[in-house]
Nanobody
Framework: QVQLVESGGGLVQPGGSLRLSCAASGAGFSINVMGWYRQAPGKQRELVAVVTSGGDTFYADSVKGRFTISGDGAKNTVFLQMNSLKPEDTAVYYC??????????????WGQGTQVTVSS
C-alpha cells in the first residue's frame, strides 16, 4: 500500500520562503508524475506545479518564477521550494503522485495536506 506523507508547511511573512516535501512509502511501484496542488478557503483545489519522471516541469502562472518543483526518484520524494511568498499563496497544499503498482493501471495518490499561511 502506498502512502504519501507531507511536511514543511507553516506560517511565514510575505516575501519569505518555505520548502515542502512529500515522500511516498511502500515498494513495488513506478512513479509517472509528482505534483503539488493547493486549496484556499472557499476556492477549488488548483494545480501549482508538476514534474514528470523525465524531469519535465509545469507551473501555474501565479507561481512561475517564485516556486520550484523537484523530484528525487531514488527516494520517491517531491519538493516544492516556495520563495517570495504572498498572502494569496495561503492555502492547504497537497502533494499528488500518479504512479503504477506492479501489474496494475496508473492511479492517483494524495498526501494529507499541509497548511501554508503567509501573513505579517
Amino acid at each position: 500500500q502506498v502512502q504519501l506523507v507531507e511536511s514543511g508547511g507553516g506560517l511565514v511573512q510575505p516575501g519569505g520562503s518555505l520548502r515542502l516535501s512529500c515522500a511516498a512509502s511502500g515498494a513495488g511501484f513506478s512513479i509517472n508524475v509528482m505534483g503539488w496542488y493547493r486549496q484556499a478557503p472557499g476556492k477549488q483545489r488548483e494545480l501549482v506545479a508538476v514534474v514528470t519522471s523525465g524531469g519535465d516541469t509545469f507551473y501555474a502562472d501565479s507561481v512561475k518564477g517564485r516556486f520550484t518543483i523537484s523530484g528525487d526518484g531514488a527516494k520517491n520524494t517531491v519538493f516544492l521550494q516556495m520563495n517570495s511568498l504572498k498572502p494569496e499563496d495561503t492555502a492547504v497544499y497537497y502533494c499528488n503522485f500518479n504512479l503504477r503498482l506492479l501489474g496494475r493501471s496508473p492511479k492517483e495518490y494524495w498526501g494529507q495536506g499541509t497548511q501554508v499561511t503567509v501573513s505579517s
